[in-house]
C-alpha cells in the first residue's frame, strides 16, 4: 500500500544493508489492521526496528488509524513513521497528538515549490546521516539549504492547513455527489477504498471490461483529467501495486482510474464527469481488454 518512496529505501535496506522487511497485510479497503500489527510485533518484537505506515493513501485515499497503530508500536519501545504526504492538506494532522516518531511532508501536495519537504522527528529520535559534508541540518541532511523553497513550502503548508476546515467539507460534497453520480450512470462501477473514511478529494473507481489507459484517453479528449495509478515497464502498463494489495487480481486493477478534487475543483468538473462517464465506458468496453 506505501508509496515507492517508502517502499524503495525499505527494499534497498533489504538488499544493501541486510534489513528484513516484512509487509503487512491490508483488507479489501485498504487498511492496516491493528491487530495485524499487533501480531506482526509480537512474533519477535526484538527483531523491529521500525514501522512505517502512510497516513492516507495516495491510490485510493483510505485513511490509517495511525495513532493507534503508533501507540501498539510504542507499546515495545518501536519507533513509528508516517508518510503524511497526501494527508497534511486535506486532514486534521497534528504531529505531537498522533504519537508518531516520524513524519514526512511534502511541498508539492500543498501547493508549495516542488523539491522540498521536510521529516519531522520527535524529540530523542536520531536518524543516521544519509548525506555527509557541511553538517546542516544538525547533520541530518549537509547541503547549503535552499531558503527560498523552503519559505515557500512554509507558508503553503499554513495556507493548506488554515483553509482545511472550509474545503475540506467542500470537497467531501463534491466527492459523494461524483460518487454517487457515476454509480447512476454505470451501475457495475466499483468503489476502491473505505467508502468512509477516506480523503475528501479522493474517488478511484473500478470500471470492470475496461482498460483504464483507454478510459483516461477518452476522458481526456473530453477535457477531464484524472489518472490510473498506474506505473509503467516498457512501454507496458503495469496494474497499480495498492490494488493488487488490496486483493484485486490484475484485470479489476487495470480496469481502474483515480478522480482527484483540489482546491480549483466545482461543481461543473464533477457534472461534466457525470454527463459523459457511461459513453466513455461503454466505448471503453467495445474495445475490450488486451
Partial sequence: MEHHAALDPAHWLADNQGAV?????????GRVHPDTLRAAIDANPDDVALVSVMWANNEVGTIQAVP????????HGIPLHTDAVQAIA?????????????????????????????LL??????????????????DVRSGTLDAPAIAGFAAAVQASVDRRPEQAPRLAALRDDLVSRVRQAVPDVILNGDPIDRLPGNAH?????????????????????C????ACSAGVAQPSHVLLAMDQ????????????????????DVDRVADVIAVVVERARRAGLT
Avoid at 489518472?227 to 498506474?230: A, D, M, V
Fill in 121 to 138: 522527528l520527535a524529540r530523542g529520535v536520531d536518524p543516521v546521516p544519509v548525506l555527509h559534508g557541511g553538517g546542516q541540518e544538525r
Fill in 90 to 118: 486535506q486532514l486534521p494532522v497534528n504531529f505531537a497528538e498522533s504519537g508518531v516518531d516520524a513524519m514526512t511532508i511534502s511541498g508539492h501536495k500543498v501547493g508549495g515549490p516542488m523539491g522540498v519537504g521536510a
Fill in 205 to 225: 473507481f473500478t470500471f470492470p471490461g475496461c482498460e483504464g489507459d483507454a478510459l483516461l484517453m477518452l476522458l481526456d479528449a473530453k477535457g477531464i483529467e
Fill in 249 to 268: 487480481d490484475t484485470t479489476r486493477a487495470r480496469g481502474s482510474l483515480r478522480f482527484s478534487l483540489g482546491h480549483t475543483s466545482t461543481q461543473s
Fill in 227 to 230: 489518472s490510473t495509478g498506474s
Fill in 68 to 75: 493507534e497503530l503508533a501507540a501498539i508500536a510504542h507499546a
Fill in 21 to 29: 522487511v516484512e509487509l503487512l497485510p491490508v483488507d479489501a479497503q
